[in-house]
């Protein structure tokens, strides 16, 4: 999935001069709960990391900590940063050398906003779009993304269904996790909010909070109302492998598949939901993964094993849901996208960027990621 084409980009020798970080808030438009974390009520709070090179280039990358999914926190991404940049100034690295020595940070969203930011700055040296770095002969098509309907009382669902109904939006991502008959409740109200807009599909995303009974439950109710939604995503605890074979086999009938969220961080996780056949198919988040590398590598196992791929993020900012982007153009063929949280965000403090025309998304023009940052962002080094 790395290209072979491009190695000698990805292995070429980068002096880091400086590296600094600056701490984001950006006010969400909507209270964001899910089953793990309802912590997102107002805002969010990441962290932006940039990375200058020796020939004065500069690179960002952006960290989303999710305390109730990864156990991070704005303080505690900003701290492990930190932490390693002494090792990364006025040092030579390649994207693998670097990958390799960010592993001994404690956090995956920090690996990911260093990393990201580098793979910027390299791509901005060599002149190409991140896309190309990653895969070279990468096809342009438009891709399209859903739209997430948070863990709020069916009346709000419903009419944050109508309002991106409205906007385009043909795809919802609900959350689930207030018990069969809430849940249950709630994807009726958005159903019967947008039926005026024809035919649509949807997943349900349980961010493990549901049992193995309760969730084969769930969808043979809906099933009942034919609307098995398309995808089950994490439906019970991460660690419950044999949880999740159950749930994929009571299910299967209804046409709705399983995915891995929680459940798969690393390459080696993947290997063993792929043994295991416990899941048909993985969501790729470079904040899980601890950067694009990794993400390569899982989506590299998922298409030996012929397991279907999608593409999230943890409420990302334009910098971090634009390199996304640019992971889903090089790796192709993406079952699912959900790219949608910058839609969600009132406030925006960068240029560039992906483009929403919903439901579409449009890469940026130029090189590297093609994200630039508000001027009045604070560094510190």
Same mark, same amino acid.
């Given at each position: 999935?790395?290209?072979? /084409?491009?190695?000698?980009?990805? !292995? &070429?020798?980068?002096?880091?001069?400086?590296?600094? +970080?600056?701490?984001? $808030?950006? *006010?969400?438009?909507?209270?964001?709960?899910?089953?793990?974390?309802?912590?997102?009520?107002?805002?969010?709070?990441?962290?932006?990391?940039?990375?200058?090179?020796?020939?004065?280039?500069?690179?960002?990358?952006?960290?989303?900590?999710?305390?109730? /999914?990864?156990?991070?926190?704005? !303080? &505690?991404?900003?701290?492990?940063?930190?932490?390693? +940049?002494?090792?990364? $100034?006025? *040092?030579?690295?390649?994207?693998?050398?670097?990958?390799?020595?960010?592993?001994?940070?404690?956090?995956?969203?920090?690996?990911?906003?260093?990393?990201?930011?580098?793979?910027?700055?390299?791509?901005?040296?060599?002149?190409?779009?991140?896309?190309?770095?990653?895969?070279?002969?990468?096809?342009?098509?438009?891709?399209?993304?859903?739209?997430?309907?948070?863990?709020?009382?069916?009346?709000?669902?419903?009419?944050?269904?109508?309002?991106?109904?409205?906007?385009?939006?043909?795809?919802?991502?609900?959350?689930?996790?207030?018990?069969?008959?809430?849940?249950?409740?709630?994807?009726?109200?958005?159903?019967?909010?947008?039926?005026?807009?024809?035919?649509?599909?949807?997943?349900?995303?349980?961010?493990?909070?549901?049992?193995?009974?309760?969730?084969?439950?769930?969808?043979?109710?809906?099933?009942?109302?034919?609307?098995?939604?398309?995808?089950?995503?994490?439906?019970?605890?991460?660690?419950?492998?044999?949880?999740?074979?159950?749930?994929?086999s009571g299910i299967r009938e209804f046409g709705t598949a399983v995915f891995a969220d929680e459940a798969v961080?690393?390459?080696?996780?993947?290997?063993?939901?792929?043994?295991?056949?416990?899941?048909?198919?993985?969501?790729?988040?470079?904040?899980?993964?601890?950067?694009?590398?990794?993400?390569?590598?899982?989506?590299?196992?998922?298409?030996?094993?012929?397991?279907?791929?999608?593409?999230?993020?943890?409420?990302?900012?334009?910098?971090?849901?634009?390199?996304?982007?640019?992971l889903a153009h090089a790796i192709g063929n993406i079952s699912w996208l959900d790219l949608d949280t910058p839609?969600l965000l009132s406030e925006d403090s960068f240029s560039g960027g992906l483009r929403y025309q919903p439901p579409?998304?449009?890469?940026?023009?130029?090189?590297?990621?093609?994200?630039?940052?508000?001027?009045?962002?604070?560094?510190?080094?």
């Open positions: 999935m790395i290209s072979n /084409i491009f190695q000698p980009v990805l !292995q &070429s020798l980068v002096k880091i001069d400086a590296v600094a +970080v600056a701490p984001i $808030r950006a *006010t969400l438009t909507n209270p964001f709960p899910i089953a793990s974390d309802a912590s997102k009520v107002d805002r969010i709070d990441n962290v932006i990391v940039r990375i200058k090179t020796a020939e004065g280039i500069l690179g960002y990358g952006e960290a989303a900590p999710y305390y109730g /999914i990864s156990g991070d926190l704005q !303080q &505690s991404v900003l701290a492990d940063v930190h932490t390693i +940049v002494p090792e990364l $100034r006025w *040092t030579y690295f390649d994207a693998f050398t670097l990958e390799t020595m960010l592993r001994r940070m404690r956090f995956s969203s920090s690996r990911a906003a260093v990393e990201m930011a580098f793979l910027d700055a390299l791509s901005k040296r060599a002149q190409v779009p991140l896309t190309q770095v990653l895969h070279p002969a990468a096809h342009q098509a438009v891709l399209s993304t859903d739209i997430t309907i948070p863990l709020l009382p069916k009346e709000i669902g419903a009419r944050l269904a109508h309002q991106y109904a409205q906007d385009g939006f043909r795809r919802w991502k609900i959350k689930v996790g207030n018990g069969v008959v809430i849940d249950f409740d709630r994807i009726i109200a958005v159903a019967e909010a947008t039926h005026s807009i024809g035919a649509f599909t949807y997943l349900v995303d349980a961010n493990e909070g549901y049992s193995v009974r309760d969730a084969i439950e769930l969808i043979r109710r809906l099933a009942e109302q034919h609307l098995a939604p398309q995808i089950f995503e994490q439906p019970v605890r991460r660690e419950d492998v044999a949880g999740l074979k159950k749930v994929r961080y690393t390459a080696a996780d993947a290997e063993r939901l792929a043994a295991e056949n416990a899941v048909d198919g993985f969501n790729l988040k470079i904040m899980k993964h601890g950067g694009l590398l990794e993400a390569l590598r899982i989506a590299a196992i998922a298409r030996r094993n012929s397991l279907n791929l999608m593409i999230g993020g943890m409420v990302e900012t334009r910098l971090a849901m634009t390199a996304s982007l640019h839609y579409s998304l449009y890469l940026p023009s130029g090189h590297g990621i093609g994200v630039g940052v508000n001027p009045n962002l604070i560094f510190e080094n």
